[in-house]
């Protein structure tokens, strides 16, 4: 496997991002090690934070709500998926499944000894995070859900994800920052739109943000289906806190938190929330609303 990794002068001087790097090794399927990041943030004593970003951000989605949990108490921890951030990158597409960024997180979350975990998932993060809380229930005490799904394949995607999957493997330059912003209702600013870009030099380094969008199970018999089927089995009897803040002005995930609200039975009763004037990145248009939000339900569980 080839494997890439970012230099480090591309990630000097980000906006407001001064928060200290922290690795740990996972195994490939072939036993390639990759060198995964992560930061560490806050009290080492504190309940853990887990927040879990998606395609095609890094952990800097998450500069804005860190300080807010962390100067609460908690430990807050921000992982890089492989192929994203700082996080090494295999040049292949076929070197990326869905069950290998699950594993992967499994390796990182076992290696660091966590246990207590509040889990926040976005986008692709939600995808990864739930199978992983699904499949290691005892290690986590709640979770927040955040503009994200699980699917199984067996309910049809809107035909607006079959545009975007088709666009991702077909644009001759596939620019990351630029798509953040277009899931922003805010007009992200050059050096923002920059920082989602640093983590990939140029287009070799993107095989893991291009796949994304092939990996989802979109039809019952894809290879992820069934997993997510057997996660969906531990979900519904999820006893657990569940809550969701999903936001108002995300086209692509809108309505989905009531599946959550329905099925799982840890969110009944929960103060869930809609996070108003904010897009599908609602870290970015209203990180700290939704770290006030998180804060206010662990505080409360």
């Not at 200290?20 to 060198?35: F, G, I, K, M, W």
């Not at 975990?117 to 809380?133: E, K, N, P, Y």
């Not at 995930?253 to 996070?275: M, N, S, W």
């Amino acid at each position: 496997m080839k494997v890439l990794r970012t230099p480090e002068a591309r990630f000097e001087n980000l906006p407001g991002f001064n928060f200290q790097a922290h690795y740990r090794e996972v195994l490939s399927q072939d036993q390639t090690p990759l060198r995964m990041h992560y930061l560490d943030e806050g009290d080492t004593d504190g309940q853990p934070v887990l927040f879990m970003h998606g395609e095609p951000s890094w952990c800097f989605l998450y500069r804005k709500m860190i300080p807010i949990l962390a100067e609460a108490g908690f430990r807050v921890l921000a992982p890089d998926l492989i192929g994203f951030g700082k996080s090494d990158k295999p040049a292949k597409q076929s070197d990326y499944s869905y069950q290998a960024h699950v594993d992967w997180i499994t390796q990182w979350l076992k290696a660091l000894d966590l246990k207590n975990i509040a889990l926040v998932c976005q986008d692709w993060g939600g995808l990864i995070g739930l199978r992983v809380a699904a499949e290691n229930e005892a290690l986590f005490s709640s979770i927040i859900a955040a503009n994200t799904a699980l699917p199984t394949g067996d309910q049809k995607m809107p035909e607006a994800f079959f545009q975007w999957q088709k666009l991702s493997q077909e644009i001759p330059e596939f620019m990351v920052g630029n798509i953040v912003n277009m899931g922003c209702v805010s007009d992200l600013s050059q050096e923002i739109i920059q920082a989602y870009d640093a983590p990939f030099p140029d287009e070799s380094y993107k095989a893991g943000a291009r796949v994304f969008p092939l990996l989802v199970p979109t039809k019952p018999d894809d290879p992820a289906s069934e997993a997510n089927r057997e996660a969906w089995k531990i979900l519904q009897n999820w006893q657990k806190p569940f809550l969701t803040a999903f936001s108002d002005k995300d086209f692509i995930t809108r309505g989905g938190e009531k599946v959550f609200q329905k099925l799982i039975p840890g969110a009944q009763d929960q103060p869930h929330t809609i996070i108003e004037n904010a897009g599908h990145f609602l870290q970015e248009d209203q990180g700290e609303k939704l770290a006030e939000v998180i804060l206010k339900f662990l505080k409360s569980i």
